[in-house]
């Protein structure tokens, strides 16, 4: 009898109404909880990892007694152990449960696409673990079902090309992977997202229109949908329509073609297979395939904390949680935690093979937390992420990268074609390192910072350099990270600002005239957020679409020219009268952390008394008029 086989009896035997379980996605408990992120078919480290936290005894059985073991899924593809990965937390499952523990799996986008069809990244050796379990016979019919649509072609030629396109064991795969084979039926018992105690896990994250859903009714719309496309998929190959071949990203095409077939061949009639074809084609707008499913969103473990923990923190309070831990972003190898403590990052690239990282566990017992990492006998704390944009954008620290702009010769200048005040690209090389920097010198009002009396009407016209390095000091005593590392410096004879160069980077008119698609893991509206909370602090109503910049590989925003900024008006800028604001829990406790001293002491050199009194006069505004995330 077959592993899977026992499983599945076993379970039937003890009674278990795995169903009833699995409709509950919320779990307090006194005892250990025990969480591992992508294991990805690296069976041996895994293992090993589970015997050292006391899960798993030498034989690999349950030893961790009422210990609750919660997977963030992506249990499989890639790695050669994927099979008996998935085969162990099923029976131990079983097993846990008869302890008084128990095993909670939230689903990854890996299990999701396998039993879906989706085989990208299933590699030889996961196949040939099922190599075994495909009869001759079987194998000789799939050739046959594949030789159907596939008619043309030398006979040895396209046994050769089929071969190698689908290895044996690819159809028991398929099968075990269905939702008649016992993996795929056990998975399909398990939710998307559970919280234990504090804690909600989920595999990916957690984007904005489903911070408003409850764990219900997101467990219950993605699990709904993934059943009913698996259905329709099983009713069209039922009727002898979609062979196993296909894959998940040919069946649109490979369907329509069959349509096309039947109605050319029969006129005026349809199909009873018609039905599950419209369901197949409608599923293109399931929830459970999107981007920002649970099981695929990484804003939550990539973008800005700022704008992502809005999200995070409203989701957290409605479910009643205080910490949301994911996998699917590896780290390559320490647990991450972003914005103070809200979310944890724990896949750590179990993988090494491919993500050289390591394994590693969350353990978590009264109110107290600490990693495991494989062969560590100490515990370990999560990692603080670090997010540095002079780093970013030049390999150095923000003190090192002013330094270099204060010292480093000029190698070469380039007047640029923008602005009506000339700005220049200038280039400085020092040590072996070359770096770019903007340099604006346009002042309206030398020294006003200096004056005696700040006479409104006369001085929020001006146009200052000087602004563009109060706006970067401002931006990271509040941790913003998005304008560039900026000094007072000389060029050919003039004082004005340098600012680093962002490379790589399209502004905001260029990408629609391009009508290049916003194409990144960070939502346009989510970080719009900041920009309209930044720019009413700094009461910048010149933010225009030439000098909001977005990265060209992930479409991070980056803030640049403010030398119009800093008016002593107390109100919104004019293009910010009407935008709805939101400010975290997070970003409310930076923007309440700024006082006058700090301020004085920061921007003195650059700004007025009256101007750093109008940070503050708009800070609590914004304060009193943003919405938080309190429901």
């Keep these: 009898m077959r592993v899977l086989t026992r499983i599945l009896f076993l379970s039937v035997a003890l009674g278990l109404n795995t169903a009833a379980f699995a409709a509950s996605y919320d779990f307090d408990t006194a005892s250990r909880v025990v969480a591992f992120g992508d294991v990805h078919g690296a069976f041996d480290d895994w293992t090993q990892m589970l015997q050292e936290v006391g899960v798993l005894d030498a034989e690999l059985n349950w030893a961790g007694g009422n210990t609750h073991l919660v997977s963030l899924g992506d249990l499989i593809d890639r790695g050669p152990g994927s099979r008996k990965v998935v085969e162990l937390l099923m029976k131990?499952?079983?097993?846990?449960?008869?302890?008084?523990?128990?095993?909670?799996?939230?689903?990854?986008?890996?299990?999701?696409?396998?039993?879906?069809?989706?085989?990208?990244?299933?590699s030889a050796a996961e196949f040939a673990a099922f190599a075994g379990d495909e009869t001759p016979e079987e194998r000789e019919q799939f050739y046959a079902d594949y030789r159907r649509f596939n008619t043309g072609g030398e006979e040895a030629t396209v046994r050769r090309t089929f071969d190698e396109q689908y290895p044996a064991g690819f159809v028991a795969?398929?099968?075990?992977?269905?939702?008649?084979?016992?993996?795929?039926?056990?998975?399909?018992?398990?939710?998307?997202?559970?919280?234990?105690?504090?804690k909600v896990y989920m595999h990916g994250g957690i984007a904005g229109e489903s911070s408003e859903e409850t764990l219900v009714a997101l467990n219950?719309?993605?699990?709904?949908?993934?059943?009913?496309?698996?259905?329709?998929?099983?009713?069209?190959?039922?009727?002898?329509?979609?062979?196993w071949h296909v894959s998940y990203h040919d069946r649109l095409g490979f369907l329509n073609a069959r349509v096309e077939e039947f109605t050319a061949a029969n006129p005026k009639k349809q199909a009873a297979w018609f039905a599950p074809v419209q369901q197949v084609f409608e599923a293109q707008k399931a929830f459970v395939f999107s981007d920002d499913s649970p099981n695929w969103y990484r804003g939550t473990a990539?973008?800005?904390?700022?704008?992502?923990?809005?999200?995070?923190?409203?989701?957290?309070?409605?479910?009643?949680?205080?910490?949301?831990?994911?996998?699917?972003t590896p780290t390559k190898g320490d647990v991450h935690v972003r914005m103070d403590g809200l979310a944890i990052r724990l896949d750590t690239g179990m993988l090494k093979s491919v993500y050289k990282g390591r394994a590693s566990a969350l353990v978590s017992q009264g109110g107290n937390d600490y990693v495991h990492y494989l062969g560590s006998s100490s515990k370990s704390q999560p990692v603080a992420e670090t997010r540095s944009l002079s780093q970013q954008l030049s390999g150095m620290s923000d003190a090192e990268l002013e330094d270099f702009m204060r010292t480093a010769p000029i190698v070469n200048?380039?007047?640029?074609?923008t602005g009506i005040t000339n700005p220049k690209r200038v280039t400085q090389a020092k040590g072996g390192v070359s770096n770019d920097a903007v340099f604006k010198y346009e002042d309206t009002h030398p020294q006003l910072q200096t004056k005696e009396k700040y006479i409104s009407r006369r001085y929020n016209d001006s146009d200052r350099y000087v602004y563009d390095v109060a706006a970067y000091?401002?931006?990271?005593?509040?941790?913003?990270?998005?304008?560039?590392?900026?000094?007072?410096?000389?060029?050919?004879?003039?004082?004005?600002?340098?600012?680093d160069w962002v490379e790589n980077a399209i502004n905001e008119r260029d990408r629609l005239e391009k009508e290049l698609p916003f194409n990144g893991y960070c939502k346009q509206y989510d970080q719009y957020r900041m920009r309209f909370v930044f720019d009413i602090l700094i009461y910048n109503d010149d933010r225009n679409l030439t000098n909001i910049l977005w990265t060209k590989k992930d479409f991070m925003m980056r803030f640049i020219d403010h030398s119009l900024a800093f008016r002593t008006t107390e109100k919104r800028p004019k293009q910010y009268k009407k935008v709805p604001l939101q400010v975290s829990d997070l970003l409310r406790g930076r923007l309440q952390g700024l006082n006058k001293t700090d301020l004085d002491q920061q921007l003195s050199p650059y700004l007025h008394p009256r101007q750093i009194e109008a940070i503050l006069a708009r800070r609590d505004l914004i304060l009193k008029e943003a919405v938080g995330t309190s429901r």
């Design 173 to 198: 795969l398929r099968k075990a992977f269905s939702q008649q084979g016992a993996i795929g039926n056990w998975l399909l018992e398990q939710p998307f997202i559970v919280r234990v105690n504090d």
């Design 220 to 243: 219950t719309k993605l699990q709904g949908e993934l059943r009913d496309f698996l259905n329709s998929m099983d009713a069209l190959r039922a009727a002898g329509v979609m062979p």
């Design 302 to 328: 990539m973008c800005h904390p700022y704008s992502e923990s809005f999200n995070t923190e409203r989701f957290l309070k409605r479910v009643g949680a205080k910490q949301l831990v994911m996998g699917h």
């Design 413 to 417: 200048i380039e007047k640029l074609d």
């Design 92 to 122: 131990l499952d079983v097993q846990a449960e008869q302890a008084g523990g128990a095993v909670h799996l939230v689903l990854g986008n890996h299990e999701v696409m396998v039993m879906t069809g989706d085989l990208r990244y299933v």
């Design 473 to 499: 000091k401002l931006d990271r005593m509040l941790d913003w990270q998005l304008v560039p590392t900026a000094v007072i410096g000389e060029v050919e004879g003039d004082e004005g600002a340098l600012s």
